[in-house]
């Protein structure tokens, strides 16, 4: 529920602060009093489009702030969730518009989107009047109000979430025939590239010991010299290992009492002698390990260079060419098994499809009996609102099964006739402004807080009507206050004397300076003043007795 309205700088209002409270409340006023300006300064609250006209002469800025009190289980919450604004009992939005153009979006004083805080707006708002863009006129809407009237929100809720499961298996089926389709293209490249790649059989570090192979053996004539030369420079007659052994054999002849001399000496030349027969060793299996058959090293080569040559095709390390076997086995595997996968997903897509038609097909034929059952209520409303020429249709569009969408098979359009003979067509394009706004009261009537946002504001709805018609219009918004909160802006009397809370708006001179410089007051009538104002819009400029006598009973004909 909107509580309080705070404007400052905008046209002809200075400064004003507004309290409203739940039931019908009214706004009157003489032509030209500011009325179209304060709907307009709260339509900047609620997100409308900034204009800089809309500043007050020779300020900077004007601001209007909307106070509401939204219900916990309103679903403005979820939005201020999603959009991480802190969720509080009183909901502030806040819009600032500067003389350059500019314009600043607040929703408990954070800062926010224009977007934002119009979507915020229609959730808690609807303005409907003679000029108004924001009333029921598009399609979505109507879809939405005449599930909300036949009880087909839960049922439009399944045939939405079915067609999100049946989307979802069509997506996976297209992707997996996609896949198997881009495998299927490359299965003779996979096949010959897997043959080519087991054909070669590569181990992960085989190019590093390749290489180092090839380079032994590409030496390898050079090494064996050289050790055969160690070699012989180690065996022998003449070599340093027979005279340290013939030496060793001498001392080792030696009598006892030379033991104890000769002990370190003899242990060293044992340890020369094992250490040069240890490199002999050494050097016989290098000589051996260097012996290399002739093809050897040709074979060595063509590997190594064959190996590399399988990794530049496939554009990976050497290293890696064992993984890329694996992938194409998998990938060709895939291919096989993919042909199952194929026929389980249309199996799948198949029941999710027929799912979503039994429930949309189900939803449009509750759709076109609730449409009718709202006709006619709708059709009931008229008369008393002097249309009872007209005629209200809902228009339902029912595409096939296949062609259908999340929100089921239908286009739904709220349609008026306005005169008999005349073609139907869209409320907004056939209605004219008063009409329009009557239409739309008949509706929110028929539909009463089903799918309509908490505050209703109506502005000169009884626009060209009077009497009887204008008493109707007054019961019916009274009717609607009882379940929802309504605003109108009104000439009428019989419409005010419905009203449990009463506005007057009047133009008055700023500081004594008299027509020169003026502002827009609003002031909150007590029941004494509030029958001296219906009395007014009775009687005129002169108010009498008898147009007294008949608010008296205006008022309490309401009650």
């Not at 939405?144 to 979802?168: C, K």
């Not at 004539?221 to 050790?227: R, V, Y």
């Not at 004219?432 to 739309?440: C, K, N, Y």
Request: hydrophobic share 40%; with cysteine.
């Amino acid at each position: 529920m909107l509580t309080a309205l705070n404007i400052r700088d905008i046209v002809l209002i200075d400064r004003l602060d507004l309290e409203f409270g739940d039931g019908l409340s009214v706004m009157t006023g003489e032509t030209g009093a500011g009325k179209s300006i304060l709907l307009d300064a709260f339509a900047l609250a609620l997100g409308a489009r900034g204009d800089a006209a809309l500043v007050r002469k020779d300020v900077d800025q004007g601001q209007v702030t909307a106070v509401f009190e939204p219900c916990s289980e309103h679903p403005v919450n979820l939005i201020l969730e999603e959009n991480g604004l802190s969720i509080e009992s009183t909901l502030i939005l806040r819009r600032v518009q500067s003389s350059d153009g500019r314009t600043r979006a607040f929703i408990n004083d954070e800062p926010v989107s224009v977007q934002l805080l119009k979507r915020i707006g229609t959730m808690l708002v609807e303005i409907h009047g003679q000029h108004d863009d924001r009333a029921l006129t598009d399609g979505a809407t109507h879809r939405r109000l005449l599930d909300a009237f036949a009880g087909l929100t839960s049922e439009a809720d399944a045939v939405a979430d079915a067609y999100v499961i049946w989307t979802d298996a069509q997506q996976a089926l297209q992707d997996k025939q996609a896949q198997i389709a881009e495998v299927g293209e490359n299965a003779d490249f996979l096949t010959h590239a897997l043959d080519e790649l087991k054909s070669l059989d590569p181990k992960a570090d085989e190019e590093e010991a390749l290489a180092q192979r090839r380079q032994l053996m590409m030496h390898s004539e050079k090494i064996a010299q050289d050790l055969e030369e160690a070699q012989d420079a180690l065996a022998g007659d003449g070599t340093a290992h027979a005279r340290l052994g013939a030496a060793l054999r001498k001392l080792e002849r030696q009598g006892p009492e030379t033991e104890d001399i000769l002990r370190p000496i003899t242990g060293a030349l044992e340890r020369v002698l094992a250490e040069i027969n240890d490199a002999r060793e050494r050097i016989d299996q290098a000589i051996t390990a260097t012996q290399f058959e002739p093809k050897a090293l040709e074979e060595a080569e063509d590997r190594l260079f064959a190996l590399r040559a399988l990794a530049r095709k496939h554009k990976v390390p050497v290293s890696e060419l064992p993984e890329i076997i694996v992938k194409f086995e998998k990938e060709l595997a895939a291919l096989d098994a993919g042909e199952q996968e194929v026929e389980a997903l249309k199996d799948a897509e198949q029941q999710a499809g027929d799912k979503y038609r039994k429930v949309a097909v189900s939803l449009s034929k509750k759709r076109l009996d609730g449409a009718k059952r709202l006709d006619e209520t709708v059709m009931g409303e008229l008369p008393p609102l002097k249309l009872e020429k007209a005629a209200f249709m809902s228009h339902l569009e029912t595409s096939a099964p296949e062609e259908g969408g999340p929100h089921g098979l239908d286009r739904i359009s709220f349609q008026v006739q306005t005169n008999p003979g005349t073609a139907p067509g869209p409320l907004m394009k056939v209605a004219s402004g008063g009409e329009l706004a009557r239409f739309i009261l008949a509706l929110k009537v028929v539909l009463a807080a089903r799918g309509s946002a908490p505050t209703l504001i109506f502005d000169e709805i009884d626009t060209g009507v009077g009497g009887a018609t204008a008493a109707a219009i007054g019961e019916r918004l009274a009717k609607l206050a009882n379940g929802l909160q309504v605003v109108a802006v009104t000439h009428a009397p019989q419409v005010a004397a419905h009203a449990s809370g009463h506005l007057r708006i009047s133009k008055e001179a700023v500081d004594g300076t008299g027509d020169e410089a003026v502002a827009t007051r609003v002031t909150a009538l007590d029941e004494p003043s509030r029958r001296e104002e219906i009395a007014r819009m009775l009687a005129g400029q002169t108010v009498t007795d008898e147009a007294r006598a008949a608010a008296d009973r205006l008022i309490g004909g309401s009650r």
